[in-house]
């Protein structure tokens, strides 16, 4: 109705579901527009105390308020404090024109910037694992403590450009002063930032303002968005390095209460407790945290439990297996206090009254059947299944963890608490292996299970495995084994070589725990022998089957929950409308391949810009070339590039790889166009 464009209008954003329109769309129209009509009046009256709190005229709030909002509050603080704003519709912020000129920031691959904690191996105790909130918002507030902890100061740092003094500003005598770094313009601005989160806190703690609460939650996704008005990649990299900081102090502080760091990284902790109960492990958890957080530096960070493990296999985040602990009900928040303590035992109880009478008939199907054993290996996925090759891997990793894990409740656990305490008092002496090895026991029956029986089981698996392979080989049979994950190898593996892999793959998986490190290497070197394999050959060496890409920071629409995602060896997968997508691990919402389409193209355009503005280095001496002209170094010798043209093509393949298993043709497109552009950079 062309006619209300002459009237006030307030939009009501509302989204229907994809799909809704392809048939009978008239009556599926029809019922959606009368439902939104009847929801508008609830919709309106949310909208008008939004806008309200926002300071804006109701008609003008866009589709994303949040975003819109930190824009208007940001540059009402900067015009407060006499900044000029660099609103800008692009990536690029508007700095007069200099920005044209400076490519530096936006040549930052990310890729690998988040700091990454990861300790492979075998944990007997139990483990749990920790969800970490408000990194961003916490490292904002308690940025001026972050230097203090490392000894130095913000104004004496790098980061900081010096100011002029007032003087040499009257007199016109203003000289430019050095400034080390890209980002230490924005140190005002970044300071403006800290004081607008400040306000939005204390609405949140005084007022007990919903708005404001929203706008802490969305903060660090508007501080990455390029599509902000106010974006600006400087003070993105600024709170960047200032988190990283504050996680190494936050990961050292769990080291320092005497906890073993199994996996961290800006989204997750997963901690070995060295306790061999769940409840033990609940309780040194609640110990360990409570102390953090009474220091002020870590006050802001909210750990919550996400899951528990009795015994852990781990690798890396895509491989691992164990048995799964369960947690007590109702059990979220660490940390909460005693009545949030209270409060959980009282549902424990309610829980336990219930659980009574099912827990007698399951224990006795678990007692049948052996423990819950969850398998995550990513490596078995790239396994050829020939022979059975990969349900193999699984019954051989799955019954060693089981028969260990038994073993170590029927044996280990009839200890007293007196004897459980000497043992403590003497681990804080002799430091004490993580592994089965912690139990003397456990160990010896680990040894000869290994040498026995599993090994065994092992030699005649092989066999029949590298005998079928050598018959399909031979036959020239190619198996339709419907491999899911092929765009993701490093090479296709030959039929001749399936048992190998097999043989390395299980060997690195038993050899997670250092106590068994000598019998498995002896099983391994007869394993490599009935498959005519030396000991020390290259082949023999075991390398991960699977390229990763990790796409850093990935923010989700519906829960606001950021991670990061492993684009080849990601969990989280489902298939909608015939595409693989990625999905959210607490919501599981589905993220939208369009928009990680959009940053894997920005991720390609900016390595492209790297490699084509990078300096050259000498390969004697490693100095960075200086003049533009000198055909060889001052040491006479060679320059050459610091990202080398392989690297470049590593990177494409992979992008080309995404694109065609994820559906991504604007992707697929690019890359193939800068393969023909750059002949012979891809074979």
Not at 55 to 80: C, E, Q, S, W
Not at 108 to 125: A, K, R
Request: hydrophobic share 35%.
């Amino acid at each position: 109705m062309p006619g209300l464009g002459e009237l006030p209008l307030v939009p009501v954003h509302v989204q229907d579901a994809e799909g809704v329109w392809d048939l009978n769309w008239q009556r599926t129209g029809a019922r959606n527009m009368l439902r939104h009509y009847l929801n508008s009046e609830t919709i309106l009256e949310l909208t008008a105390e939004q806008a309200r709190y926002f300071h804006v005229p109701l008609g003008n709030l866009p589709a994303d308020p949040t975003i819109f909002a930190a824009d208007l509050f940001y540059a009402r603080h900067l015009m407060k404090h006499n900044f000029l704003l660099w609103c800008s519709p692009t990536e690029r912020p508007d700095l007069g024109g200099r920005e044209a000129d400076d490519n530096r920031l936006l040549t930052e691959c990310e890729e690998n910037s988040s700091v990454v904690t990861n300790n492979p191996g075998c944990y007997s105790t139990v483990c749990i694992e920790l969800n970490i909130d408000g990194l961003a918002v916490n490292t904002l507030l308690q940025s001026h403590h972050v230097n203090d902890i490392e000894g130095t100061s913000s104004s004496v740092s790098f980061d900081t450009i010096p100011q002029a003094s007032l003087e040499d500003m009257m007199g016109g005598q203003v000289t430019v002063l050095p400034s080390y770094d890209e980002t230490a313009l924005c140190s005002g601005a970044f300071r403006v930032l800290r004081s607008m989160v400040s306000a939005w806190l204390r609405d949140v703690s005084l007022y007990k303002n919903v708005f404001a609460d929203f706008q802490i939650l969305h903060f660090y996704r508007w501080l990455r968005s390029s599509s902000a008005l106010l974006y600006d990649p400087a003070l993105r990299r600024t709170l960047h390095n200032l988190m990283k900081k504050l996680f190494m102090q936050l990961v050292a502080e769990f080291k320092r209460l005497g906890s073993v760091i199994i996996y961290a990284n800006f989204n997750k902790i997963i901690i070995c407790t060295k306790k061999r109960t769940i409840e033990d492990a609940i309780g040194y958890i609640e110990f360990v945290v409570q102390s953090i957080r009474n220091k002020e530096l870590f006050h802001g960070i909210d750990i919550s439990y996400q899951q528990c493990w009795e015994y852990l296999m781990w690798l890396d985040p895509s491989n691992h297996g164990g048995v799964q602990g369960k947690l007590p009900a109702g059990l979220t928040e660490v940390g909460v206090g005693q009545d949030g303590s209270t409060a959980t035992k009282h549902n424990e109880e309610e829980a336990e009254e219930d659980e009574r009478e099912s827990n007698e008939d399951i224990n006795d199907e678990e007692d049948d059947e052996g423990p819950a054993i969850l398998m995550n290996w990513n490596v078995v996925e790239h396994l050829r299944n020939v022979g059975g090759c990969r349900e193999y891997f699984g019954a051989v990793i799955a019954g060693y963890i089981s028969a260990i894990y038994q073993h170590l409740q029927h044996v280990e656990q009839p200890q007293t608490p007196v004897r459980r305490r000497r043992l403590g008092s003497q681990s804080q002496i002799l430091p004490q292996p993580l592994g089965i090895g912690r139990f003397a026991t456990t160990a010896e029956f680990a040894k000869q299970l290994i040498n026995g029986e599993m090994a065994q089981k092992l030699y005649k698996i092989t066999q029949t495995i590298h005998e079928k392979a050598l018959k399909q080989a031979k036959n020239l049979i190619k198996e339709n084994d419907e491999d899911q994950f092929s765009w993701s190898k490093n090479s296709h593996m030959d039929l001749e070589k399936v048992s190998l892999e097999f043989v390395k793959t299980v060997c690195k998986v038993l050899s997670l725990d250092s106590s068994v490190q000598d019998e498995v290497t002896k099983v391994r070197r007869n394993m490599l022998r009935l498959i005519n394999v030396g000991d020390f050959s290259d082949e023999a060496v075991w390398h991960d089957p699977c390229v990763s890409f990790v796409l850093p920071e990935v923010i989700c629409k519906a829960c606001n929950h950021c991670r990061d995602i492993d684009l080849c060896k990601d969990n989280y997968q489902s298939t909608e409308n015939d595409s693989p997508v990625w999905q959210c691990p607490l919501c599981r919402t589905s993220y939208e391949n369009s928009e990680i389409e959009y940053l894997l193209l920005d991720i390609m355009h900016r390595k492209a810009m790297a490699y084509t503005l990078q300096d050259l280095q000498c390969k004697k001496c490693l100095q960075i070339k200086m003049e533009n002209m000198p055909e060889y170094c001052s040491c006479a010798g060679d320059f050459q590039t610091l990202v080398s043209r392989n690297d470049l093509a590593v990177y494409l393949k992979i992008f080309r790889g995404i694109a065609q298993h994820f559906k991504m043709p604007l992707l697929l497109e690019t890359v193939e166009f800068n393969i023909q552009m750059n002949p012979g950079l891809i074979a």
